[in-house]
């Protein structure tokens, strides 16, 4: 049972839905059935045995120069 984020073309309105297997959601503002489920990042942190964090969620850089959201998209 994921949250979701989807966006509604009718109301032009971000929102999260909770879908249970076979579902179709619906905006809660308008109750529209044209909208789109949205790529997200998913957070999440790591530690290594020492305590220090190693990884931070997938929608930071670990580059400081690089405004990718991902190493994958830049290559390092």
């Known amino acids: 049972m994921p949250i ?11 929102f999260e839905c909770l879908v ?7 905006c809660p503002k308008c109750k529209g059935e044209d909208v789109h489920r949205l790529m997200s990042a998913c957070g999440f942190m790591s530690k290594s045995g020492s305590g220090e964090t190693v990884s931070r969620s997938a929608g930071a850089s ?5 405004s990718a959201t991902n190493c994958g998209s830049c290559g390092h």
Do not use: K, L
């Open 20 to 26: 249970f297997s076979g579902e179709t959601p619906c």
């Open 62 to 66: 670990a580059c400081g120069g690089c």
């Open 4 to 14: 979701y984020e989807y966006h509604c073309e009718a109301c032009n309105r971000d």
